[in-house]
């Protein structure tokens, strides 16, 4: 390269010496000229080399920047398709919630009717209804809570046309004289009790503590127009069974107007030796009280499916006619 330039620098200075005449101060700048000249020369195509590896480095960010471009384009669109579906669910959830914002109107509408009536209802039977609480306990100086039965028997003694009476068991001999006392003077006296209870207590001994318990009940009863039947409750059969559904209750209520309930066992002996409470319900009118109403309507329901009671074997003494002498001697 470098020996080719020199011979058509010859060349130059040749021909420039034909036509006039030139000193060696004028052909040595003249060859400092040209040097320059291929300096700037070669710096020149430095730069547009370098401007066109440039440009081809941008057009490559470029077609990078239009895929990118694209890219996001696509981006945007999915994105608008999902606030477009977006945009109908918060609609459609909207009208739901109006929709379920009008039914919670309706049922705070309903509440509060309800409320207004069970106030009203609240304060109709509060009028007319008192319960009281007692703690049976020997030992309190109460002598209502000390003995109970005489404010149960009081009550009986008390009664004008009907008593009824719910119990698992009925083994207490006062009640059942008080009972046959208010029916033998024109009480409607009646009374449920557990038929497996006393299919059991008829299956023990004739000597049984628990059949003589019951064989005084009922030689109080026979005589008198008390009517008592068993009932087996949700029991398919009246015996007692692995799927023994006990006769559970524990209530009397006496002329529709006074319920006596709780946990303690009125109507079994000995009940003063049990740690228990009663409850007695009141009422100004007939079936005033919600209770006592509820009550008696499923003791009458109960009285539809009742079970005959079985006679007990009472106990006998057969008297013998006393044989004389001679009747004696003439056997011998």
């Not at 080399?49 to 990078?64: K, L, T, V, Y």
């Not at 003077?185 to 023990?204: E, F, I, K, P």
């Not at 209520?253 to 066992?265: A, H, N, R």
């Amino acid at each position: 390269m470098s020996e080719l330039r020199s011979q058509k620098m010859a060349k130059l200075v040749e021909r420039l010496r034909k036509q006039r005449a030139i000193t060696s101060s004028d052909e040595e700048l003249l060859r400092d000229t040209i040097r320059t000249l291929e300096t700037d020369v070669s710096l020149q195509k430095r730069r547009v080399h370098s401007r066109i590896a440039a440009a081809g480095q941008w057009h490559s960010e470029q077609q990078s920047l239009h895929q990118e471009i694209a890219r996001l384009q696509d981006e945007v669109a999915d994105l608008q398709q999902q606030v477009e579906k977006r945009s109908l669910q918060v609609r459609q959830m909207a009208a739901e919630l109006k929709h379920k914002d009008a039914a919670v109107q309706d049922l705070e509408h309903g509440l509060e009717e309800a409320e207004v009536v069970a106030r009203e209802t609240t304060s109709q039977y509060v009028t007319f209804a008192k319960a009281d609480f007692f703690p049976v306990s020997a030992a309190s100086p109460d002598p209502v809570h000390q003995d109970p039965f005489a404010f149960l028997a009081a009550v009986i003694e008390a009664a004008h046309d009907s008593i009824v009476v719910m119990t698992h068991s009925f083994t207490n001999v006062l009640l059942a004289e008080a009972l046959a006392a208010a029916a033998k003077r024109g009480v409607q006296v009646r009374v449920l009790y557990d038929s497996a209870w006393l299919h059991g207590v008829l299956q023990t001994a004739s000597d049984s503590v628990a059949r003589s318990e019951w064989q005084r009940v009922y030689r109080r009863w026979k005589n008198n127009p008390v009517q008592h039947f068993g009932q087996r409750g949700r029991r398919t059969t009246s015996h007692i069974t692995a799927r023994h559904m006990p006769f559970h209750h524990n209530v009397v209520v006496v002329d529709e107007m006074v319920m006596l309930t709780g946990t303690w066992p009125f109507a079994v002996e000995q009940n003063l030796e049990l740690d228990s409470s009663f409850v007695v319900l009141t009422g100004t009118d007939r079936l005033q009280n919600p209770c006592i109403a509820s009550t008696l309507a499923l003791f009458e329901r109960f009285w539809e499916t009742k079970i005959p009671s079985s006679q007990p074997l009472e106990m006998t003494t057969v008297r013998l006619p006393r044989l004389s002498r001679s009747t004696t001697r003439m056997t011998a």
